[in-house]
């Protein structure tokens, strides 16, 4: 069984304790002129050199594991504590000990034995992997032991496999009850340190195992121990010398289970597209029973795009949240469960969409950070509210522009769901020619740009929150970028504009090109009505396929090249006929071809699924036209799932390769492919989780299952007029028997899944094994161990979050075991 735990936060605000503690600049090299700096103080701001932030951590709130619910989804003033170095600590150290009794001239004595076997996690040293060693302590009454491992070269896993021993003075056996009395005093110590050359070395965490622990487990013991902050026994400082921090904290802890537990319950979830009504599917029922949507959002839309249900499903939800819509000027407005949905799979498929469009923009303006504050209520003293709305003008400008010529770096997935969201509006509104457009912007202007360019650090586009004056630049540019994008519309109602610059300075880039590109399918679909999107033509000189002929210079012919969002293809001239075709989801590779090959310069190759042993290679005018067609035919098929890795640089030419000399047209490429998906865009998505998630929201909201199950049986018995329902009853209900069949198979899966989860708790407590294994490596196996340690302890820095997640049992279930554990010793001694 794997736990798991979501831990999130949010800080509100901090008291007066704070301010004045926080980074200073420093400037490496060169001269600079004095500037305000971090909360008022003067600093050196270089004029060409490198500068670093140094931030310094004030204090940290530190809440023990089994508090955490206390404090679950509530705000709290919690005292800051100091931080140092012997208590920030992490990582695990793996330990094997033993009890032997070795025969001495003396008589009998006792021998300690401590193996250490392996560390993993060890913290980094200024992003370099630590040189660590740890020294072994037999620590007792007028007795203290020292002994150290060899010395491991950069590694944060160090592999010791070094054994110790410590031997009791004189004769004394291991099972006398005097030896026994000793060693209850006696406990082994492991400090594990960073050896530094010329400093002192660095303390990594220890651990403090008693010997009666070996005594009870039949004189030999083997665990797993998380590392722990050295005991120093100095006294903490005042909670008010360092002030308080204002959270509010978000605690949720689930077991998963093995695969095969959760298949009935994705195999119901997985058939939702497919449910007629979709408001009788168990993914829609999971949406309406929950009181907080998005707590449901998240695991489903992962479980649905790992199976490849997703586009589907949020087509079936889409379509139904239409029917419910009366004017196609509030398309797509509320916050309904397919607007939540969509919402969630944009921020996850478009993270490096967003991250190539927009970063390079964000940084620049949170880093120049003009002032664009054009309200001149807000406008601070000696500011010139002309020059802040060129300001903005440009910053907008340059913001509008790169996510208009983003087209062909929008994820499949997204082109795939606006299509869909396109001919769905258009189905509903027929008389509307505008509504094709304002139901792709609400989402990719409205619910993903803008708010990407307000919000940056949510987005992973910068680390931090920007300050207050970078806040309120963004601020407008995005209520700036969510007008341009509802021009795009054309809407018969005239949205009013925020901000008066926008509706006075005429934008060179228009929306509707790219809305276009955006929501076309990439894949030519037979007797599909939308049009193909021109992305980039022109001529070219290409080079014959197949053909062998006697003359070379005959290889050759000029073409018209044309790439539209479906297919790449050639023509006699601009206006002829297609004289070859690929389709876009058919392209391999596109990359550029060795000048030696046919001694012409700016030539590139397209691989082709059809034909991989026969690329078409193309020249290009000059190297720029070159480098644009190879870019451009990569962006539009990046995202293509039979792209190849390997590829030949140079031609097949008189029965061999001019790059790698093979003789077989077919051998494999001798080159890495550039371009494709990034691996940064992968998405790590586990299936049993989300199941398991899903399965905590269906049982804590059994009560409000178990009432739509009462309200779809009264409405299909009883025929009359539906009566008024209360809160706790508003369920959206079409075909109340498919509903009503739907929730008992609901409450059936969760009902066998509860006893499976009960069953195993039970087969934890009464064979648990203390540090058994590792936390993640016991993942998808049919035992199931307890992870227990001593301490247990979330740390929250003030200027740096860092979360040290150490497992341990609830009060309740180490009760249950020891009393457990008692009742077994009881009838084993009564039998």
């Known amino acids: 069984m794997r736990s798991l735990l979501w831990f999130a936060f949010r800080a509100l605000g901090s008291r007066a304790a704070l301010v004045g503690a926080g980074s200073r600049l420093c400037d490496l090299h060169g001269r600079g002129k004095e500037v305000a700096g971090i909360n008022g103080f003067p600093s ?3 004029l060409s050199c490198l500068t670093a932030c140094i931030f310094a951590a004030v204090g940290k709130v530190s809440i023990r594991k089994e508090d955490l619910c206390q404090y679950n989804c509530k705000d709290n003033w919690l005292a800051l504590h100091p931080v140092d170095a012997n208590s920030e600590v992490q990582g695990k150290v793996h330990l094997e000990l033993k009890l032997n009794e070795l025969i001495t001239d003396q008589g009998t004595t006792c021998q300690q034995v401590m193996v250490i076997i392996e560390c993993q996690g060890l913290p980094l040293d200024n992003g370099q992997n630590c040189d660590p060693y740890a020294t072994v302590s037999l620590v007792g009454p007028n007795r203290f032991d020292q002994k150290r491992t060899k010395v491991k070269k950069k590694t944060s896993d160090p592999q010791f496999d070094e054994t110790f021993y410590f031997e009791e003075s004189g004769s004394l056996a291991c099972n006398s009850p005097h030896a026994r009395r000793l060693t209850v005093l006696y406990f082994l110590r492991v400090d594990l340190w960073n050896s530094e050359n010329l400093v002192q070395d660095v303390f990594l965490g220890e651990i403090n195992v008693p010997v009666k622990k070996i005594l009870r487990d039949n004189n030999y013991y083997q665990a797993w121990y998380l590392l722990q902050p050295k005991d120093n026994g100095n006294k903490p400082a005042k909670s008010d010398d360092l002030g308080s921090l204002r959270l509010t904290l978000f605690y949720i802890e689930d077991h998963v289970l093995p695969s095969k537990y959760y298949s009935a319950l994705t195999d119901l979830l997985l058939k939702s597209p497919d449910v007629k009504p979709v408001s009788a599917s168990a993914a829609h029922i999971l949406g309406d029973i929950c009181r907080e949507k998005q707590e449901a959002v998240l695991p489903l839309v992962r479980l649905l795009l790992d199976n490849k249900k997703l586009v589907p499903f949020l087509s079936a939800i889409a379509e139904l949240d239409l029917q419910e819509t009366q004017e196609a000027n509030t398309i797509f407005r509320g916050n309904s469960l397919a607007t939540r949905c969509i919402d969630e799979t944009m921020k996850l498929v478009g ?4 991250k190539v469009t927009l970063k390079p923009i964000i940084d620049e303006i949170c880093d120049s950070c003009k002032p664009c504050e054009i309200d001149p209520i807000k406008l601070k003293e000696g500011d010139n509210v002309e020059v802040n709305k060129e300001n903005l003008h440009q910053y907008v400008d340059r913001v509008f522009s790169v996510i208009v010529k983003s087209s062909m770096s929008c994820p499949t997935l997204m082109s795939e769901v606006f299509n869909s969201l396109q001919k769905l509006a258009k189905k509903q509104f027929p008389d509307d020619p505008h509504v094709r457009y304002s139901s792709v912007s609400s989402f990719v202007f409205l619910r993903f740009f803008a708010v990407a360019v307000v919000s940056p650090h949510s987005f992973h586009l910068r680390p931090h929150h920007p300050d207050a004056q970078t806040s309120r630049a963004l601020t407008l540019i995005s209520k700036t970028i969510q007008t341009l994008g509802s021009w795009g519309s054309l809407s018969k109602s005239k949205l009013v504009s925020p901000l008066t610059v926008s509706a006075s300075i005429s934008f060179p880039a228009h929306p509707v090109p790219f809305l276009d590109e955006i929501s076309s399918a990439q894949s030519k679909e037979s007797g599909g009505v939308d049009e193909p999107v021109v992305l980039k033509e022109g001529p070219i000189v290409k080079r014959a396929q197949g053909k062998n002929r006697i003359h070379k210079a005959y290889n050759f012919k ?10 790449l293809s050639y023509h006699k001239t601009a206006a002829k006929e297609a004289l070859c075709s690929i389709p876009v989801n058919g392209i391999l590779a596109v990359e550029k071809l060795d000048e030696r090959c046919f001694n012409k310069k700016n030539m590139f190759q397209v691989i082709s699924r059809e034909r991989p042993e026969r690329p078409l290679y193309v020249q290009a005018n000059n190297c720029v036209e070159a480098s644009e067609w190879v870019e451009a035919v990569t962006r539009v098929s990046r995202c293509n799932r039979e792209r190849i ?37 992968q998405l790590d998505i586990d299936s049993d989780r989300e199941a398991e998630r899903i399965f905590s929201l269906f049982r804590a909201n059994l009560p409000r299952l178990q009432k739509m199950e009462d309200v779809c049986a009264s409405i299909d018995v009883y025929q009359g007029p539906l009566q008024e329902q209360d809160e706790n009853a508003h369920f959206t209900i079409e075909n109340s028997r498919v509903t009503f069949q739907t929730v008992q198979q609901i409450k059936a899966v969760v009902n066998k899944l509860s006893e499976s989860h009960e069953q195993h708790r039970v087969t934890r407590s009464t064979s648990a094994q203390y540090g058994s294994n590792v936390l993640g490596k016991a993942f998808h196996q049919s035992t199931f161990v307890l992870f227990i340690s001593e301490i247990t302890e979330y740390s929250v820095s003030a200027s740096q979050i860092s979360v040290n997640h150490f497992s341990k049992s609830s009060l309740h279930e180490r009760l249950y075991m020891q009393g457990l554990l008692l009742l077994l010793l009881i009838i084993k001694l009564f039998s």
Do not use: M, Q
């Open 44 to 46: 050196r701001c270089p």
């Open 351 to 354: 993270k490096h969409y967003l």
């Open 558 to 567: 000029k073409r018209w090249l044309r790439l539209t969002n479906r297919e």
């Open 645 to 681: 890795r390997l590829y030949h640089p140079g031609a097949f030419l008189c029965g061999t390769w001019i790059c790698c000399k093979h003789t077989d047209e077919k051998a494999a490429g001798c080159s890495s492919c550039t371009g494709g998906v990034p691996a940064n865009i």
